[in-house]
C-alpha cells in the first residue's frame, strides 16, 4: 500500500515537472505556426550558400531549393585523427510553386554512400560542400 502511495506520489511529481516546462505552464505565448523561412535569389549555374531552413529561389527558372535539415554527419571532427573522412548527408526541399510540384532529395557530401546531386524541374542540383558544424551548405543549380 505505501509502495503504491509513493509510486503515485512520483508519478504525479514527474508530470508537474514536465509540464512546468512547457511555454504554456510558463505563461509565454505559443507560436501559431513555424516562422517561414528567409529567401535568397540566386543566379542558374551559380553557387550559393543557404543556412539551416533557408531557401533559394533560382532566377529565371521555377525552382526553390531548401535546407531541411543534416540527416546525418560521420565527418571526421576538428582536432580529431580519423581513418576515414565521413560523409554528411543534407535533406533538401526542391520545389517548383508555379506548378505545386515539390521532392525531397538527400544528398551526400561524398561519393560513398549516396548521390552528390540529383535532378527536379529541368535542374541539377549539386551539394558543393557543408559548413564544419553543418548549419550552412553550398548547392551548385544548373
Request: aromatic residues 4%; hydrophobic residues 40%; neutral net charge.
Amino acid at each position: 500500500m505505501d509502495l503504491q502511495r509513493i509510486a503515485a506520489g512520483l508519478f504525479a511529481f514527474a508530470v508537474v515537472a514536465v509540464g512546468a516546462g512547457s511555454s504554456v505552464a510558463s505563461g509565454q505565448p505559443v507560436p501559431a505556426r513555424p516562422a517561414a523561412p528567409s529567401t535568397v535569389s540566386t543566379a542558374p549555374q551559380g553557387d550559393v550558400t543557404l543556412h539551416l531552413g533557408q531557401e533559394a529561389a533560382v532566377q529565371g527558372k521555377d525552382l526553390v531549393v531548401r535546407y531541411l535539415r543534416v540527416v546525418s554527419d560521420s565527418r571526421c571532427r576538428p582536432n580529431m585523427t580519423c581513418i576515414w573522412q565521413g560523409e554528411a548527408t543534407l535533406a533538401f526541399l526542391l520545389s517548383e510553386p508555379g506548378r505545386g510540384e515539390s521532392t525531397t532529395a538527400e544528398l551526400h557530401s561524398g561519393p560513398r554512400t549516396g548521390p552528390q546531386a540529383t535532378s527536379f524541374a529541368a535542374s541539377r542540383v549539386e551539394l558543393v560542400s557543408v559548413s564544419e558544424d553543418g548549419l550552412a551548405a553550398t548547392v551548385r543549380v544548373s
